[in-house]
């Protein structure tokens, strides 16, 4: 929501983060956060190509991380489990200890891209001359 405006009345409970002056952002407590994680798991499970998930079980915004504002390590790991049992059977999961700002998360995505383009799923870019 915007950081002028007062705070939703569905979100006055709940810890936000003022970014910075035009956005804030809301936690999600513990249930809300498995619903999500549910939503997800539909949504690749109507994949219909290669699909992976990374799971980065560290955090996935900047405020969630051990020791920022919105950490909450209860919520947290609810949307975890969730998500380790939502994951379909089509899709592949991929999970990392850090944070989806870690260079680990990075360096899975692009694990993964690498395999698909060896593998003939994503058509290799063609060079460009210098």
């Given at each position: 929501f915007p950081t002028w405006q007062?705070?939703?009345?569905?979100f006055i409970e709940r810890p936000y983060h003022a970014?910075?002056?035009?956005?804030?952002s809301v936690t999600s407590d513990a249930s809300t956060r498995k619903e999500i994680a549910r939503a997800i798991g539909e949504k690749l499970a109507a994949a219909t190509g290669p699909t992976a998930f990374i799971l980065p079980a560290g955090g996935i915004q900047q405020w969630d991380q051990e020791g920022?504002?919105?950490?909450?390590p209860?919520?947290?790991?609810?949307?975890v489990e969730?998500?380790?049992?939502?994951?379909?059977?089509n899709a592949e999961l991929h999970e990392?200890?850090?944070h989806i700002n870690d260079a680990a998360f990075c360096a899975?995505?692009?694990e993964i891209f690498d395999r698909w383009?060896?593998?003939?799923?994503?058509p290799p870019g063609r060079r460009q001359a210098a």
């Amino acid at each position: 929501f915007p950081t002028w405006q007062t705070v939703p009345s569905r979100f006055i409970e709940r810890p936000y983060h003022a970014h910075n002056r035009l956005l804030a952002s809301v936690t999600s407590d513990a249930s809300t956060r498995k619903e999500i994680a549910r939503a997800i798991g539909e949504k690749l499970a109507a994949a219909t190509g290669p699909t992976a998930f990374i799971l980065p079980a560290g955090g996935i915004q900047q405020w969630d991380q051990e020791g920022e504002p919105l950490h909450d390590p209860e919520a947290l790991s609810a949307f975890v489990e969730e998500m380790r049992a939502s994951v379909p059977a089509n899709a592949e999961l991929h999970e990392i200890a850090g944070h989806i700002n870690d260079a680990a998360f990075c360096a899975k995505a692009l694990e993964i891209f690498d395999r698909w383009v060896a593998d003939g799923i994503v058509p290799p870019g063609r060079r460009q001359a210098a």
